[in-house]
C-alpha cells in the first residue's frame, strides 16, 4: 500500500484573550474522515508568528498554569523590541520560541495515540489577531 497525505485547514476564533484552546476533537474529526484506519503521522501545524502547538493535559489546570509561566517569561510590557499592536505585543513574536507552531503526531489503526492525559492546545497570547487557521496533515 502507497502512502497517502491528505491535509484541510480549519479557521478557529480565538477570542480576544490569551487561550490554550484544546483542538483534540477537531484533529480526531480529520483522523476519522481521511485516514482509512492507517497508521501515520498527524502533523498540526499554525500559520501564525504569534501561536503554538502544545500537547498537554487539560482540564486540571495545566492549561493554566502554561498561560500563567508563559505569563511569567513573556511579561506583556514595554521591553519587546517589537511594538506595533497592543502594549507588549512583542511578547506574542516570541511564543513561538517557546511553544512550537507544530506538532508532529503519531496516528495508530486511524486514531492518534495520545497519551491518556494529553490533548493537542492551539497556544494563542495574541489579543489582536482573534482569527486563526490551523493545518492539519496526514501522512499515512
Not at 31 to 44: H, K, Q, S
Not at 76 to 88: K, L, N
Not at 104 to 122: C, E, F, M, N, Y
Request: hydrophobic share 35%; charged share 25%; with cysteine.
Amino acid at each position: 500500500m502507497s502512502d497517502t497525505f491528505h491535509t484541510t485547514t480549519l479557521d478557529i476564533t480565538t477570542g480576544r484573550r490569551e487561550v490554550a484552546l484544546d483542538i483534540t476533537d477537531r484533529c480526531h474529526d480529520f483522523l476519522r474522515d481521511v485516514t482509512g484506519g492507517r497508521d501515520g503521522l498527524l502533523n498540526v501545524f499554525v500559520p501564525h508568528a504569534t501561536a503554538g502547538i502544545a500537547v498537554i493535559e487539560t482540564g486540571s489546570g495545566s492549561d493554566d498554569d502554561l498561560l500563567s509561566t508563559l505569563r511569567d517569561l513573556l511579561p506583556a510590557d514595554d521591553r519587546w523590541r517589537h511594538r506595533h499592536g497592543s502594549p507588549g505585543h512583542g511578547r506574542d513574536h516570541v511564543l513561538p520560541g517557546l511553544v512550537a507552531p507544530h506538532a508532529t503526531l503519531p496516528v495508530v489503526g486511524g486514531r492518534l495515540a495520545l497519551g491518556i492525559w494529553q490533548s493537542v492546545v492551539l497556544i494563542d497570547t495574541n489579543g489582536d489577531n482573534p482569527d486563526r487557521t490551523l493545518r492539519l496533515s496526514f501522512l499515512g
